[in-house]
């Protein structure tokens, strides 16, 4: 199943001015669709390309450190696109959800405490998750391209903390991105999607 850039589901400049024009340009016309040529290519290459970008992801895992950089970073990006949405973010979670955040988090502003601070702590680049794992929410940081997949759990949220991501607009200030992400732009209606997905 060979890669493919996916349209962004919303407009340019529907998520300004929390992120911009130029910043949905250059990572998504720009960074990611290098991570499906080249996704392509090496996936070719290992003989691996019929399988679906989830099984490419966890075999490339350990074995194969190029195909799964760029295998890993174009799963990260399909979800992320979805993962946004105009007038999206703050407190008004799905019931669902939010019993689960209250559950397993400890409450919303827990949750959006401890999802900053992953994403702030992660060094250099990498993503802050929230996943399934074992049938309880957790929030978790990854280094690069890698993703809770192979960590044996199912995300259903994630935040690109690589500076492409925010430097446009933020510059050095990636814990005012990662507050305008969580205030202003998650799709939780997305997030219930890949939770209640995790969760059957």
């Known amino acids: 199943m060979a890669f493919e850039l996916p349209n962004l589901p919303y407009d340019y400049d529907a998520l300004a001015p929390f992120m911009s024009r130029?910043?949905?340009?250059?990572?998504?016309?720009?960074?990611?669709?290098?991570y499906v040529t080249n996704g392509n290519k090496l996936a070719e290459e290992a003989g691996l390309s019929d399988l679906s970008v989830e099984e490419i992801v966890k075999k490339s895992y350990g074995t194969n450190q190029p195909l799964f950089n760029n295998a890993g970073q174009h799963y990260n990006h399909i979800h992320f696109w979805k993962w946004m949405k105009k007038g999206g973010g703050g407190t008004s979670l799905p019931g669902k959800l939010d019993a689960?955040?209250?559950?397993?988090?400890g409450g919303y502003d827990k949750f959006r405490a401890d999802f900053i601070a992953a994403g702030t702590a992660q060094f250099g680049s990498g993503w802050a998750w929230l996943s399934v794992k074992n049938g309880k929410l957790e929030i978790s940081k990854t280094p690069n391209g890698e993703n809770p997949l192979v960590h044996g759990a199912s995300p259903i949220l994630g935040v690109d903390v690589w500076e492409h991501s925010y430097y446009i607009d933020y510059r050095n200030a990636r814990p005012k991105y990662l507050e305008a992400f969580v205030d202003n732009l998650i799709?939780?209606?997305y997030v219930l999607e890949m939770y209640e997905a995790a969760t059957k």
């Open 22 to 34: 130029e910043t949905l340009e250059y990572h998504h016309d720009k960074h990611h669709l290098a």
């Open 100 to 105: 689960a955040i209250k559950s397993d988090l």
């Open 187 to 189: 799709n939780w209606d």
